[in-house]
């Protein structure tokens, strides 16, 4: 794939919109810190808002995909801005979700080739007009 975010998301099989701001990675490790068991309820919640986007905008009936390659494009409210590294955490939780869902059978490099992720930063007025993307890819089973 190329390194446009627009000739990315054209090339791909399948995208998926989910509206609304995931955790960060700052986000994830201080979950982690406060209790250990703070993540699991954090990535419920995630994982299921991510599973009903995914579920409601992909047919499931060609599920699971052998092998793919992720884009996320992740938009960002100017004013409430992140870094990229914080902002991909939530990667995860998509990731998760498309295993979760049935998309793919794992998340491991067998059948995921790789993942990219690209950021635009938006007007908005809240944090809650963050939003992603992601792209899926089918690619050669290796």
């Not at 390194?3 to 700052?26: E, L, Q, W, Y």
């Not at 092998?67 to 939530?90: C, H, L, M, S």
């Not at 067998?110 to 938006?122: D, P, S, Y």
Request: proline share 3%; net charge negative.
């Amino acid at each position: 794939m190329s390194n446009n975010r627009k000739t990315d998301m054209r090339r791909c099989d399948h995208v998926v919109s989910i509206a609304g701001s995931f955790p960060s990675t700052n986000d994830i490790i201080r979950v982690n810190r406060a209790h250990p068991l703070s993540y699991g309820v954090m990535k419920e919640k995630y994982c299921e808002i991510a599973c009903e986007a995914i579920e409601s905008q992909i047919d499931m009936t060609k599920c699971p995909l052998k092998r793919i390659e992720v884009v996320f494009v992740w938009y960002e409210v100017r004013k409430f801005a992140r870094d990229p590294d914080n902002i991909q955490g939530g990667d995860k939780f998509i990731m998760d979700a498309l295993v979760e869902s049935g998309v793919i059978k794992d998340d491991s490099l067998i059948e995921v080739a790789g993942i990219r992720n690209h950021f635009v930063v938006i007007d908005g007025k809240t944090v809650n007009d963050r939003s992603v993307k992601v792209g899926i890819k089918e690619v050669d089973e290796l």
